[in-house]
Structures are given as C-alpha cells and as structure tokens.
C-alpha cells in the first residue's frame, strides 16, 4: 500500500515536469548547447558539411570591420539607453508619488502605454516620425523656424544612433516607471516627513532617502534595461534602418542575422551569437558588483 | 509679528503653486511627446496620399475610410489578425498546461533534484531569442516544424516559460499546505487536487501570468519572422513590416497607418481593461524584462 502511494506521487510528479522539460529541452537547451558547439565549426549552409576550424571564427570576428563597428553601435546603445531611460523614470517616479498631483494616475496611465506597443508597431511609428519630407520632426522646426536644423535624421551617420536611441528611451521609459513608483509607495512616508521638519528640500530627500530606498530595484532594472536594448535594438534597427547608412546604425544582433540567414555563415553567426552572450552575463554580473552596496 | 508669519505663509504658498505649475507643464511635455506620435499616426490613416506626404502637422481635410478598407483588403491585416490571434491562444495554452503544473510541484512537492531543476530553469531567463535562433531555425527545419504556427506557438511557449514557472512558484509556495491535505483525504488524487484546490487559489498568479504573456506573444517579431515563411501564416507584426517595405515602392501611406491603427485598436482596449492588472501585476512579480 506504501509503496503503491509512492509510486503514485512519483508518476504524479514526472507527470507535472515532463511536459515543460520537454520543450525546455527541445527550444532552449539544445538550441543553446549547439551555438557553443558549433561555434567553432565552419558551416556554410543547411546543406553543408560543418568543418571544424577551432577558435578561428572568433579571430576573425576581431578582424571584421563591421562587426567591430556593430560591436561599438550596440555599446553606444546599452551606454546611453539604459542611463537615460532610468534616469528618466526615476525623475518622473518620484514626481508623480511625492507631489500628490490629483492627476497622477492619469500621468502613469499615459506614460506607460507606449511599453506595451508592439516593437514593430513602435519603429514603424518612428520611422515616419523621422522621414525627411513627411515626418513631424523637421516639419515642426520649419514651423518654429528652425528649418535649417532639419534633416534626415535616420539618413545621416552623425545623428543616426542617437534618433534610435531617442525611440528607445520613449518605449521603455514609462514601464520602469511605473516599477519605480510601485518601489516608492512601500518607502514609508515617515522617512520623507521627518527629514521634511529636518529641513531636507525635495531634491535632498531624492538623493538621500529615494535612490537608497530603492537601490535594490534600481540594480535590476540595469539589468533589465541593459538587456531589453540588445533584444528591442534587433527589431528598432532591422525596421528603421536595415543598418544603414552605411552600417553605421548595424548592432550585432542583426549583424548576426544577416551573416546567418543572408550569407549563410552558420558557424560565424553562432560564434557571434556565443560572444553576445558571453558578454550580456558578464556585464550582468559587472554591474552587479559594482553596484553592490558596499561600493555605494 | 503674526502679519509677517502669514505673509511668509502666503509666499511658500504662491511658490508651492508655482511649482506645481512648473511640475504640470513639465508633465504635460512629456505626455504630448507620448501621445502626438499616436495621435499623428490616426490623422494620418484618415489623409489622402497627397495629405501625408504635405503637411504632417495638419488635419485631415476629410475623413478617408477607404484607407482602412484597403488595409483589410488590399492589405489582407484582416488574414494577419486571425493569424496572430491563433497563435496568442495557442501560446497560452501550451504554455499554461507546461507552467502550471512544473510550478506546483517545484514549489509544493519535495523530491530529489527539485532545487536543481528550479536552478536550471532560472538560467533559461539569461537565453533570449535572437542568440539560439540559427540552431533553433536548423533544428526545427530538420524536424520540419517550421512554417507552423503550432510549434510557432509552442516556442513562444517555451520562451516564456522560466519567467512564468518563477513567478507561479512563488505563488504556489504561499498558498497554505492544509487545503491539499483536506483535498486528499477527502480522496481527491493529485490531478483533482492540482486541478480543483490549486488551480482556482493560484488564479491571481495565473491572470498576471496571461496578461504579461498576451502582450510578449501578441507583439513578437523575430521568432516569427524566421520560423514562418508562408504569407498565409502570418502574424500581424510580420505582416506590418511587410506592408511598411511595400508601401516604400506602392506608396500608399494611407492604408498602412490605418493598418497601424487596426493593431493598436485591440492593444489599447485590453490595455485599459487590464491596466490595474498590469502595474498590480509588476508589483508581485518583482520585475520583468
């Protein structure tokens, strides 16, 4: 009879786990097992024969032009994106919590909405926005007078990155400020009060009670956000731009699509693919540490 | 003495409000920078042609509903819908009947291996989509699942899953350990007792689950781009951008704004139905990327 129970559950439990095991295995762990495998094979095409060639793919890719110049784009993103996403959230966070506007829900409810946008939906939007003749961006600077500033801001290498990372900030910057403001409503409002009859301003309590408080979640929304420009970057740069102008807006992940379903370099691209990953887990880990309490 | 202190009193007033006009019109920028770009793209799916491409900050003359039929007809966004409403069910159906019950006995159920596959599915939130998806594309071509929106479906299934099992789990673990026990021995086994006792008391965990899920699945690009070929099966992000690079050479502006419309229309109602279930939702789970 106990043993009979036993088996029970253990058919029970198997039962429960086999289901997700099995496609955890099939689209996701074997999938990842094979980029570290084949990373280091030539193979150029369905067809083909993997050859393998060793560390060579990831020689070459330090001699490849443009996946150095993709590799500086997405840097330049994940720099600029995630600070000024952040910093934008927080200031509009602690805002609309500390000053108790009767509207406030309305500001959250509208600044939040273009994060749920589909991404295509998203650079498609912008790409118009941008356009040289029928966007609104250079109409409107002709309508203030400032004609001459207009320009083909997707078209030009010098303006290029920051137009996408401009479209970046604006899709992200409402959700995490909406994790912010739910972070600051569990600070408790002693803590403003008293350093309030201190005679603490508003900026001294942002700097000393806010951003403390909430370090924890600030530390994984760099992640987060860091993380989000690699992934959304592939959708906002294959729309807008295709890489262009001449590459100057390529970042690696597209650069690795395109070398693995426009030239077939199934060997390079997952070489690249292994890099990719290798560094998002360390700068996770990176920031991490440095963003340790201890250090602050 | 008393005539200074209220005047004092009425100058931090005067300044209080100043800065709350400050803080409003600084608000007020920032939610026109959010809203103008919506707000263009639906004056822009009601102008003519010639409309869109003279004046962007004007209204539209007149109301051109025909763009909008043209985005169903010529446009085929109608096809591209069904598609992708398909492939949402699909997704959150394999992906419940996965989640559910791995979360109840990774959270509830002591066994050998039980932290190391809880471990193990952690690491699955570290793999995004882009960086496994030549294998994933050949393997799938080897096994010929591609160009099927079922396992379309199953690998956005799977792709949500470690988030999913780690936010169930934590629900899982709070629900109290004597509503099984009366569930079983009052002789349900344990699928009745998964089905009839956890099930309905993880529900708020489930719907913040489905809802963060809707949006991921319903908005999807790459995935769906490589692992689908057929302009039959596709979903309505694909058949966007399609349109977009069509209407570079056709140009017919018009019924791709009104197609970018028609794809907001249901966002923005599940988002309003949803909201509070949303943000509430981001609160218990922590955080999601």
């Given at each position: 009879m106990k043993m009979t129970m036993k088996t029970r559950r253990g058919f029970f439990i198997a039962a429960c786990l086999i289901p997700g095991l099995i496609l955890f295995f099939l689209f996701k762990v074997y999938p990842t097992i094979q980029i570290f495998h084949k990373s280091l094979y030539l193979w150029t095409g369905v067809g083909d024969k993997p050859k393998f060639i060793g560390l060579q793919n990831f020689v070459d890719m330090f001699h490849d032009d443009t996946f150095l110049l993709a590799l500086r784009n997405t840097g330049f993103l994940m720099l600029v994106v995630p600070v000024l996403t952040l910093l934008i959230a927080l200031i509009n966070a602690s805002l609309l919590t500390q000053t108790k506007l009767k509207e406030k829900g309305f500001y959250r409810t509208v600044f939040f909405f273009p994060s749920i946008l589909s991404f295509v939906v998203v650079a498609i939007l912008w790409s118009f926005i941008y356009h040289p003749t029928m966007g609104f961006v250079n109409a409107g600077l002709e309508m203030i007078g400032?004609?001459?500033?207009?320009?083909?801001w997707l078209g030009d290498q010098r303006t290029v990155l920051w137009a996408l990372a401009v479209t970046l900030i604006w899709q992200a910057a409402g959700y995490y400020m909406v994790m912010y403001m739910a972070g600051i409503d569990s600070i408790s409002p002693d803590l403003y009060e008293a350093s309030g009859l201190d005679g603490a301003t508003r900026v001294q309590q942002f700097f000393h009670i806010t951003i403390p408080m909430l370090w924890e979640i600030i530390r994984v929304t760099i992640i987060f956000s860091i993380n989000g420009v690699m992934t959304i970057s592939f959708v906002i740069v294959s729309i807008m731009t295709a890489g262009g102008p001449d590459r100057h807006s390529e970042v690696v992940m597209t650069y690795l699509y395109s070398q693995a379903f426009t030239n077939s370099n199934f060997g390079y691209a997952m070489a690249i693919g292994v890099f990719i990953f290798i560094v998002s887990v360390s700068l996770a880990l990176i920031s991490n540490k440095l963003t340790e309490r201890g250090s602050n | 003495m008393s005539a200074n202190q209220a005047s004092i009193k009425a100058k931090k007033k005067t300044s209080a409000s100043l800065g709350k006009l400050a803080l409003r019109v600084f608000l007020l920028v920032q939610t026109f920078i959010v809203v103008y770009p919506l707000i263009w793209n639906v004056f822009a799916s009601l102008k003519t042609n010639q409309e869109v491409m003279e004046s962007p900050w004007a209204l539209p003359t007149?109301?051109?509903w025909d763009n909008y039929v043209r985005a169903f007809t010529t446009a085929k966004i109608g096809d591209y819908m069904i598609n992708s409403v398909l492939v949402v069910v699909m997704s959150m159906g394999v992906l419940l009947l996965a989640a559910v019950p791995t979360a109840y006995v990774l959270g509830r159920m002591k066994f050998r291996g039980r932290s190391f596959l809880t471990n193990f599915y952690m690491a699955g939130l570290f793999i995004g989509g882009v960086y496994i998806i030549v294998p994933l594309f050949i393997m799938m071509n080897d096994l010929s699942m591609l160009d099927n929106r079922f396992w379309l479906s199953a690998v956005y299934a799977t792709g949500s899953l470690p988030f999913s099992v780690f936010l169930l789990t934590g629900f899982m673990k709070s629900i109290p350990h004597d509503y099984e026990e009366a569930a079983m021995i009052d002789g349900s086994g344990y699928f009745g007792t998964l089905f009839k006792v956890i099930v309905p008391m993880a529900r708020p965990g489930i719907i913040t689950l489905i809802v963060f899920s809707f949006f991921d699945f319903w908005n999807e690009y790459v995935l769906a781009m490589t692992l689908i070929t057929d302009d039959a099966k596709k979903t309505i992000p694909i058949g966007l951008a399609n349109l977009m690079q069509i209407q570079t050479f056709a140009t017919d502006w018009g019924s791709l704004f009104a197609g970018l419309v028609i794809v907001l229309v249901p966002t923005i109602l599940v988002y309003a139905l949803l909201q509070k279930k949303l943000t509430q939702g981001m609160m218990l789970g922590g955080v999601k990327g």
């Open positions: 400032l004609g001459d500033w207009a320009m083909s | 007149s109301f051109n």
